[in-house]
T-cell receptor
Framework: EDQVTQSPEALRLQEGESSSLNCSYT??????LFWYRQDPGKGPEFLFT???AGEEKEKERLKATLTKKESFLHITAPKPEDSATYLC???????????FGGGTRVLVKP | NAGVMQNPRHLVRRRGQEARLRCSPM?????VYWYRQLPEEGLKFMVY????????ESGMPKERFSAEFPKEGPSILRIQQVVRGDSAAYFC??????????????FGAGTRLSVL
């Protein structure tokens, strides 16, 4: 069965203090690894998809990387508006459903 | 281009009543997915549908839950005889294609179901 584990569960940062979120996964044939952002009371918002080990993607202060066992979401010089829960999910090559991790709650204080 | 639309946003039901949750996918999307987020838990897959077909219902509880995506109209997630344990946020997602490198699922804002 596919498994996704995210760490840490919660992260408190000062504005400008860069950090990384980890997503470890086991999956039977990876089609893609997805990162989403979720704000309280809202649905997940798509950020990135990574398809193969070594791939990297960037968007503003966020950068996602992928290896064969884990993915990292790097937040560079975060701002308070980056405060959210970040979700990682994997999709099997043989199916379409997403298997999510428990998320990392990020709080950026000014 | 409107996103995934879910309604109602909030739904209150008493134990034993029926809950009907609706989801209209993004324009041009023909694949719909339902996920459930229980309090203090992560998102869990429930069911994947295409127009008039259930493709994968491996995450659906065996009883009281059903889903459909008719030729016309929104996808419906139906919960019969609700119990307190059904209280959760239910999210719908849609994608344009399945089985391809562009299979990105876009989520709606969710329906928060409270069972009294």
């Amino acid at each position: 069965e596919d498994q996704v584990t995210q760490s840490p569960e919660a992260l408190r940062l000062q504005e400008g203090e860069s950090s990384s979120l980890n997503c470890s996964y086991t999956v039977s044939g990876l089609r893609g690894l997805f990162w989403y952002r979720q704000d309280p009371g809202k649905g997940p918002e798509f950020l990135f998809t990574l398809y193969s080990a070594g791939e990297e993607k960037e968007k503003e202060r966020l950068k996602a990387t992928l290896t064969k066992k884990e993915s990292f979401l790097h937040i560079t010089a975060p701002k308070p508006e980056d405060s959210a829960t970040y979700l990682c999910a994997v999709q099997q090559a043989a199916g379409n459903k997403l298997t999510f991790g428990g998320g990392t709650r990020v709080l950026v204080k000014p | 281009n409107a996103g995934v639309m879910q309604n109602p946003r909030h739904l209150v039901r008493r134990r034993g009543q029926e809950a009907r949750l609706r989801c209209s996918p993004m324009k041009g999307h023909s694949h719909v997915y339902w996920y459930r987020q229980l309090p203090e838990e992560g998102l869990k897959f429930m069911v994947y549908l295409q127009k008039e077909n259930i493709i994968d219902e491996s995450g659906m509880p065996k009883e009281r839950f059903s889903a459909e995506f008719p030729k016309e109209g929104p996808s419906i997630l139906r919960i019969q005889q609700v119990v307190r344990g059904d209280s959760a946020a239910y999210f719908c997602a849609s994608s344009p294609l399945a089985g391809s490198g562009k299979n990105i699922q876009y989520f709606g804002a969710g329906t928060r179901l409270s069972v009294l």
